[in-house]
């Protein structure tokens, strides 16, 4: 299928596998709580880039709103400028609009937090609100990290600056000025390539394909599909929200359309490959890597040529022979400046952006887990603010900040290990708070500290919780002391109960309210991938319907954001402890779904896919009807002989392994081959129904 044979070149035979071997499925995710994941380093870079401007944002505003009125709503200005912390990958126009809500959101949680300060129960209420409606809001309208976090922060802050009622608009004012700041912050870097955003996108999903193509026979397989599959979404989607009218027609624009339609069909003929090869193709990964300095460099594009003896002795109709020729292709064009012509510059047939009010009522749908992780925090962080009160805490804020900053894990065990985290770094970030604030340090030297704190803590944050606690802690500190001062040796120790309790109050909501909405959602989210994947097979492979472009974009955005979301449950509804009792076994048909849906839409990658007759498109149907009907009673699916699919036969397997698992999983047994550990699964007839 993608091997090749000795053409008499004198070069070996390339081994060819059976059609039978199917790859390996991954071990399935494993969130677990222990020190290696509460203490250790994410992957990735330091945001240094991000830390600069978040200390410039904070020391600009709390300077200049402390000398043109006081130190108390200068604060309300630091933490305003908080704005400059979100859509930090987004391009410019996009990122203008969006930070310009982001900016009205904060000022609407300092007005909250003002009105609401008339009493400490009104003010606990105010808090769980601004914390429910802010994951609402972020959620639905895809906000980037760090999220509801500084909403409520800022909220709870404003609750304690003196003035409360009467001083509303002027607080409000203030924290305007220093979101205005945070704005220009961020959108400093248009002055400079302002095109960086998207070239960054299309350049990390093209690194991400040299990293699938290095993980082809290893058992990381189908986490690092999933990673490609990611990266590759994440650039069509901002590729969109940066197609501006004086844009989107430039040779610029149409070039990087190019690009990310060859890294998206280069993606799944390497899914095709990947899942047929029991070996990595470091040529190709190298060479993808290549092609990533080349996004924003044309003139580093790799050499087609030099993939010449990788190709050396492959059959030309190959899997893996197309593989290299849309590497090269891609290497070709890459060099090019114009690509008006020849249907190079892929058009892209969506919105910028959702409208708001869609986005809106998505998130607030039954079957989104939107709206429960926004109840649960909002009911949360109240509770957490009427325990405090309830136990006598002067700053009993501090406990529904923690427990709001513990929440944003998700699932229980990262909700656990995210609460280690913050409480251990807390503990620390007080010591180094409260050593600050003992030498009674002049306001510059507290705007500088706080500053230079916020810069660190930014820095770190993407890679470690724990590390950027320890200097968010302190440097919260200095902002709430500055805003209303208190005694210096109580606010320590009462910073340290306030976040054990707001830590625990967190795992309790988190344990107690909606647990199971992943679990839950789980087989409605399979049984969504499955329909999307005949919708595609059966216009794909219908000998009948010519699928024009704009068909074939929808199709194509369609069923990769099912097979996202699905992976995304799973991976939410896995972390859930006691583990929902059907989430362990589904795991293998989670893998067969994604290949399954991965392998469809590559037959909207080949120019020259071989039709279906209409016979076995019928029985395709039938079949993929069987395996959404047996999901839905929770059985053994019956299904009977497939369609022979001389030209698709990984499909026909994906199906097969598909129609296994969930075999498996019904009678409630997960076996060594299928997940590697051997485990027994609790029975998976015994679960509660999928979300309507």
């Not at 979101?179 to 998207?198: D, H, K, N």
């Not at 189908?222 to 990611?230: G, I, N, R």
């Not at 200097?471 to 709430?480: E, F, H, R, V």
């Not at 492979?541 to 974009?553: A, F, G, K, M």
Request: net charge positive; charged share 20%; glycine share 8%.
């Amino acid at each position: 299928m993608n091997g090749g044979t000795d053409d008499g070149s004198g070069a070996p035979p390339r081994w060819r596998p059976p059609a039978r071997i199917r790859a390996r499925v991954a071990e399935r995710p494993r969130p677990r709580v222990n020190p290696r994941a509460v203490f250790g380093l994410a992957s990735g870079r330091w945001a240094w880039t991000q830390g600069v401007k978040a200390g410039i944002a904070m020391s600009v505003s709390f300077s200049l709103v402390s000398v043109l009125f006081d130190a108390s709503v200068g604060a309300l200005a630091a933490l305003g400028s908080m704005t400059a912390l979100y859509e930090r990958n987004t391009p410019y126009p996009h990122r203008a609009g969006s930070l310009a809500l982001i900016a009205a959101g904060f000022v609407a949680s300092v007005a909250v937090g003002s009105l609401s300060s008339v009493t400490p129960w009104s003010a606990a209420v105010a808090i769980g609100a601004v914390a429910g409606a802010a994951t609402w809001l972020c959620q639905s309208l895809r906000v980037e990290p760090p999220g509801p976090f500084y909403f409520v922060l800022v909220c709870a802050i404003a609750t304690i600056v003196p003035g409360g009622i009467a001083e509303t608009p002027r607080h409000a004012g203030v924290a305007a000025v220093g979101a205005g700041i945070g704005w220009l912050v961020s959108m400093s870097g248009a002055l400079f390539p302002s095109r960086r955003p998207q070239d960054q996108a299309v350049a990390a999903a093209f690194r991400q394909l040299g990293a699938l193509l290095r993980a082809v026979g290893t058992p990381r397989l189908d986490h690092v599909q999933h990673e490609a599959s990611l990266a590759v979404a994440t650039a069509w989607r901002v590729a969109l929200q940066a197609q501006t009218r004086g844009y989107r027609d430039t040779a610029r624009a149409a070039r990087l359309r190019a690009l990310l339609r060859w890294v998206s069909d280069i993606h799944l003929t390497a899914t095709e490959v990947a899942l047929a090869r029991t070996a990595p193709l470091p040529a190709a990964a190298d060479f993808a890597d290549a092609l990533a300095r080349a996004v924003a460099r044309p003139d580093l594009a790799p050499d087609p040529e030099a993939l010449d003896e990788a190709r050396r002795g492959l059959r030309p109709r190959s899997l893996e022979a197309r593989l290299y020729r849309l590497l090269a292709r891609t290497a070709r064009g890459a060099r090019r400046t114009d690509h008006g012509g020849e249907g190079f510059g892929e058009e892209l047939y969506d919105r910028r952006t959702p409208p708001l009010r869609d986005a809106l009522r998505s998130g607030w749908s039954r079957d989104s887990l939107v709206r429960p992780t926004a109840l649960r925090m909002g009911i949360t962080v109240t509770a957490a603010g009427a325990l405090a009160i309830l136990l006598g805490f002067d700053r009993f804020y501090w406990v529904s900040v923690t427990a709001a900053s513990v929440l944003q894990g998700g699932n229980v065990v990262l909700t656990a290990n995210r609460s280690a985290q913050r409480a251990t770094g807390t503990v620390i970030g007080v010591v180094a708070g409260g050593g600050i604030l003992a030498l009674s340090p002049p306001l510059p030297v507290v705007i500088a500290a706080a500053a230079l704190l916020q810069a660190l803590a930014q820095t770190v944050i993407s890679r470690s919780f724990f590390y950027a606690s320890i200097a968010l802690t302190p440097m919260a500190l200095l902002l709430a002391h500055t805003a209303a001062p208190y005694p210096v040796d109580r606010l320590v120790q009462e910073r340290v109960v306030d976040t054990v309790v707001g830590s625990l109050v967190g795992i309790a909501g988190a344990l107690l309210l909606w647990r199971r909405a992943s679990a839950s959602r789980l087989p409605q989210a399979i049984a969504t991938a499955l329909r999307t994947s005949r919708r595609v097979l059966s216009e794909a492979l219908d000998p009948d319907v010519r699928v024009t472009p704009e068909q074939r974009y929808r199709l194509r955005r369609d069923l990769r954001a099912d097979l996202l979301r699905l992976r995304g449950v799973y991976d939410s509804a896995v972390g859930d402890v006691p583990r929902a009792e059907h989430t362990a076994p589904l795991w293998p048909v989670v893998v067969a779904v994604q290949r399954t849906g991965y392998l469809a839409l590559a037959t909207l990658t080949a120019e020259d896919v071989p039709p279906a007759t209409h016979i076995t498109l019928q029985r395709l149907g039938l079949a993929f009807d069987e395996l959404a009907e047996a999901l839905r009673e929770r059985r053994a699916p019956r299904l009977g002989a497939l369609p022979s699919m001389a030209d698709h036969p990984r499909l026909a397997m994906e199906l097969r392994a598909l129609a296994a698992a969930l075999r498996t999983a019904a009678a409630g047994t997960r076996t060594t081959r299928e997940t590697g550990d051997g485990a027994v699964g609790a029975p998976w007839r015994r679960a509660r129904p999928p979300a309507s």
